[in-house]
């Protein structure tokens, strides 16, 4: 069981979301993509604060795709992600561990250590499977 739980709230993510979104716009990215589970809620959100498509293949990704996720803990996920796609993409996270082995272009909070995020689209019970990847 994990003690040191934050319960992150849609009022906090609406928040978050416009940073990312407001960074991202200069950018001109034609294409958003969410890493699966957690990255598909900011993904369409973003997708639709700036009007560009949500693509659902990773193989339609492309240099001027936004990669998004929900955190960025260790860093195995997306280092495993970025081989697979083998594309130069930039990477926007919600959360980064600072100890993380691999670093996005744009994160908005920083993990404390050795602690646990629930989305508010999650459940404590479903949260924990986004840890055994």
């Known amino acids: ?3 040191n739980k934050e ?3 849609w ?3 609406e928040e978050d979301i416009a940073k990312i979104a407001a960074w991202a716009t200069d950018k001109k990215f034609k294409s958003i993509y969410g890493i699966p589970r957690g990255g598909l809620v900011p993904a369409v959100k973003i997708s639709n604060i700036l ?3 949500l693509i659902l293949h990773c193989g339609d990704i492309t240099p001027s795709t936004l990669v998004v996720d929900d955190i960025i803990d260790n860093g195995k996920t997306l280092k495993r992600f970025l081989r697979s796609v083998d594309v130069n993409c930039c990477v926007a996270s919600i959360f ?3 100890s993380s082995s ?3 272009d744009f994160f908005v909070r920083q993990k404390k250590k050795k602690q646990w995020i629930v989305f508010p ?3 404590d019970e479903s949260s924990r499977y986004d840890g055994t990847v």
């Open 102 to 104: 691999i670093k996005p």
């Open 121 to 123: 689209w999650e459940t």
């Open 11 to 13: 009022f906090q993510f």
């Open 51 to 53: 009007e560009i498509p």
């Open 7 to 9: 319960r992150y709230s």
């Open 96 to 98: 980064l561990n600072k």
């Open 1 to 3: 069981m994990i003690n």
